[in-house]
Every structure is written in C-alpha cells, then in structure tokens.
C-alpha cells in the first residue's frame, strides 16, 4: 500500500520550545517536503497538570519564525483531521480503550496511590517493582476481582484507571529507521496507564490514537521516546492496526558542548549562547531565557546550523537553504549517536548568512541603527560602510558597534594602544601626516597609503608600528576594516580634523 507520506510533530506545551525540538520538528518537515507529503503541529496537552500558559503560542511563533509551516495543525489552519489539540479530542479516544477493555488487552485498575506504593515497597528486592504481570496478580483490578465486583465498583463512580495488559512472553519489535531493529521483551514493560476516570487519556494512548486518526505513516521524535516505542508498537497490534502502523525513526540527542549529556536550559546559562529559538520569560519564576531571534541569529542559519546537529547531506557542504535541505534530506542520514552543540560554530553559520545578504539587504538595518543613535548619511556612503563592516560582522545587531566612527569623530581612545603606541616621536608624525593629507588631491585607500609609507620613512619611522596608533587617532578603536579604505570613506577633511583632536588630547601622554 503507498501512503501518502504524513508526519507529524507533537509537542506538549509544558514550555518553551527546546533546540532539540525545533530540531525534531525541521526533521519532520524536511522528511515531508522531500516526500511531497504533508506536516502536522499536534498539541499534546491531556496532562492538564503540566500546562504552562503561552507555551502553545510560544511553538506556533517559533515554528513561524523558523520557516518551518505546517500543512496543517494548531495555530496553521486544519484539515480534515482537526482539532489538533488533544485536550480538545478528548471524546475520541474513549472508544478505542473500551475496545482493549473488551478484546482483554486493557483492563480497569482501582487500586489508590497508597496501595501502590505498598506494592512497590513489597516488590522492592525483586526488580519487578512495576504494576506488571507479576505484581498485578496482588492488586485491586478487573483481573483479580470478580466480574460483579468490578461492575458494582464502576457503577459507583469510583475512581479507575485503564491499565494495557502487557503479556508474559512476547517479543517486541520495534523497527527503527535509524537505529534498526530494538527488540525487547514484554516482561521487561509495565502495564502502563491508558486512560483515567475524568476521562482523560494517558500520552501513550492519545499519541497512538492520533497518529492513527490522522493517517501518520512517519513517527520521528527524539531519542527520550524510544522507551515508549515498544508499548506503542504492542498497542498497535492490540488495536488491530499493525497494517497501518507508522515507522519509527528516534532522533540521537543534543549533547553539551563537552559533549556528556543532554544539552539543557542550564548549559545555555553557563556558556552564554541561548537554546530556546525565541526569548522566553516565564512569569512564575520572573526568569527570562535568552532567544536566538532577539540575539539577532537569522532564522534561516539557525536552522541550518540545526539541521546538520544530528544529519549531514553526504558531503561537506554546510551552507544549505532550506529548499537545498529539503533535497538533500533523508533519514539514512542522520545519526545514531548524540551530536555535540558548538556555539562558536553557530556564530560561524550566522556570519556566513550575513556575509551573502546583498549589501541592499544589509542597509535597512544599518539606516535603522544610524537613525536611532541619532546620525543620518546618505544611502551610497552607508553601502560603502557596509561594505567595509560586513566582514567584521557575526550579527546585524552588531553594526553601529562596528561602524559608529564612520558617523561621528571618536570621543575616546583605546587605552592599551594608547599606551603601547604613543611614543615619543607619535605626536610629530601625525602632525606631518595631517599636513601631507592635506596635500592630496584625490583621497583614496591608494594615495593615502603611499603619502603614510612616505611620511613614516621620511621621519626615519616604520610604517608598519604607527597603523595602529592611527587607526585610533582616527576611530578610537584598536581594530576594524582595511584601515586605508576607512580613512578614504571618512573622508579629507574629518580625518584631518579627527588628527588634530587626537593630537590635542593624546599629545600631553609623552
Ligand atoms: N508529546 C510528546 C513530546 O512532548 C511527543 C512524543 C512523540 O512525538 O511521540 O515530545
């Protein structure tokens, strides 16, 4: 049978999305637009209990932001599968459980919290501490108490929970499309929850249902998840529906960059580098988490750099649009073991897209920056500026940094060049230097080098030990673009002027 290709990702808004799951959710999509087939947000929120207000409209906007659009899903408009909130499926999945109630795969459990922990406490020394098919033979459940008994019980109100009856022997299989086949035996599993008397399901069966319900022929989900897969396969089976079970692909984690253990909100703290794709301030703690998009990251290297934390396109390629990605993906790809997050090289991807935007591109932001510190200049010298800064640049939000002096004349000098440079045969160079720029006609990066050299040599100076020195003169800073082309852009006369101010304030040093 081929199925159209469906995939889904399935987040619970219990807070901001992680890296690791935007990452899941870029993977779905790049499987789904490589297969021609569609991609489904699917809000996993029955645990009322972990809801975090904002969580659900944090994912929207950061999928949004990503470029990362689902066909369909919360927030994205339906199919024909909506809703795509659990919370609001909920009378669907009773059915399915009443199923496995009759078929004798689930039963009904009434035992309280304190029983259980009496069982576990009992069960302690003999590694089946679970509720399982060893230690469910001792407790209150619809296996053990007779049929009145349990009928009187549910007629009652009393509270329940529906338990899936995992088998003694019985060899699960689960097929992973990166990891191969895990096979795991059922007396390792517990008889997990389904569904509980306020009518809620549990995760395991609300996901199995969904991914049913909605036609998924695709699960790929982080590595976390690989312990539920055996259930999961096993609820298929019980369910009737192993002829349209999805396959499983479960994705290596992210690792800190030390590379021992999952990289988490903490390491995020410590290192300094965000890993949540937007700003995300929770109002229960005041804490705010630092965001790639207000870190001035362009989405598009943001997910570039993710998409290869785990995958590579088979060669050594590193720069990919996202259409480049979507060609290049696929599952056989991606790796079994964790990927180590690189925050330097995350910079690096953030500096190559901002190396191939064009210069027009690149202006808007500049204007804007030079606007807001209250400076204006013409669009030709503010290209030029680009020009020179882009270079220099990892981020946008860094370019008034790096190209104020071309606005204004410096207010101070760097004081560890100052303090190196400033000898005591500084002050009669630049003075010559003024004079002698004066003197050029056409002020270029070529003229202004040469009559440099000159005036240097002339003084019995090398050249090379005064670059410096002038560079701060003239923009207070001890580094910056090719230093003739940014004494030509300035221009004649305000380096001329700069000189003179520097002299003015430097000169009594010596
Ligand atoms: N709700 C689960 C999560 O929060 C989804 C796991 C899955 O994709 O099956 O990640």
């Known amino acids: 049978m081929n199925r159209k290709v469906r995939v889904r990702f399935a987040p619970s808004p219990t807070g901001p999305l992680h890296m690791g799951g935007v990452r899941t959710a870029l993977y779905n999509f790049l499987f789904a637009k490589k297969h021609g087939g569609d991609f489904i947000l699917r809000l996993e929120d029955t645990d009322q209990s972990r809801y975090v207000q904002g969580a659900e409209e944090y994912i929207i906007e950061s999928l949004k932001w990503c470029g990362i659009v689902p066909n369909e899903g919360q927030g994205f408009g339906g199919g024909i599968h909506a809703p795509y909130r659990q919370s609001e499926r909920k009378h669907l999945y009773k059915q399915y459980v009443m199923q496995l109630i009759e078929n004798e795969t689930a039963y009904y459990a009434f035992d309280t919290p304190e029983e259980i922990e009496a069982m576990r406490e009992r069960f302690k020394s ?3 501490a679970s509720y399982n098919y060893v230690t469910r033979e001792a407790m209150k459940n619809s296996l053990t108490l007779p049929k009145d008994e349990v009928n009187r019980r549910l007629a009652s109100g009393e509270p329940y929970v529906i338990r899936i009856k995992i088998p003694r022997k019985e060899e699960i299989r689960v097929k992973d499309l990166i990891r191969g086949n895990v096979v795991v035996h059922s007396s390792q599993m517990d008889d997990k929850v389904l569904f509980k008397s306020d009518g809620m399901p549990t995760y395991h069966l609300a996901n199995v249902v969904d991914d049913y319900l909605m036609e998924i022929t695709h699960v ?3 590595e976390e998840w690989l312990p539920s897969a055996p259930l999961h396969v ?5 369910l009737g529906w192993e002829q349209v079970m999805p396959e499983f692909a479960h994705l290596p984690l992210l690792l800190k960059p030390e590379g021992n253990g999952k990289l988490s909100k903490r390491d995020g703290d410590r290192l300094g580098f965000p890993v949540f794709p937007l700003q995300w301030h929770d109002s229960n703690t005041g804490e705010t988490n630092a965001g790639y998009r207000e870190k001035g990251y362009f989405p ?7 998409a290869l934390l785990g995958w590579n396109p088979g060669n050594n390629t590193e720069i990919m649009s996202l ?3 979507i060609n290049l993906f696929s599952i056989e790809r991606i790796s079994k073991s964790g990927a180590k997050f690189d925050a330097a090289k995350t910079k690096w991807f953030n500096q190559q897209y901002l190396r191939n935007k064009t210069n027009a591109e690149l202006l808007v932001a500049l204007e804007a920056q030079v606007k807001a510190h209250g400076f204006a200049a013409a669009i030709d010298y503010l290209e030029k500026v680009i020009n020179l ?3 220099k640049a990892y981020f946008i939000n860094e370019f008034w940094e790096l190209s104020n002096y071309f606005f204004k004349s410096p207010t101070t000098y760097d004081q560890d060049v100052v303090h190196k440079k400033w000898k005591d045969s500084v002050p009669h160079f630049i003075s010559q230097l003024e004079q002698a720029f004066y003197e050029i006609d056409t002020f270029n990066a070529e003229e202004i080098e040469k009559v440099f050299k000159h005036t240097a040599q002339s003084l019995d100076l090398s050249p090379g030990q005064l670059m410096q020195i002038f560079r701060v003169c003239i923009s207070g800073v001890s580094s910056g673009p090719a230093l003739f082309e940014t004494t030509a852009l ?7 002027s700069r000189l003179g101010k520097a002299l003015s304030q430097l000169k009594n040093l010596v």
């Not at 598009?300 to 993710?306: D, G, H």
């Not at 300035?490 to 001329?496: C, L, Q, V, Y």
Request: charged letters at 25%; glycine letters at 6%.
């Open 126 to 128: 003999t590694n089946t």
């Open 220 to 222: 790929i989900r982080g």
């Open 234 to 238: 096993f609820l298929y089976k019980c």
């Open 300 to 306: 598009e290297a943001f997910i570039n750099m993710l």
């Open 323 to 325: 259409q480049e990605m």
């Open 389 to 391: 800064i882009k270079e």
């Open 490 to 496: 300035i221009g004649k006369t305000e380096i001329i």
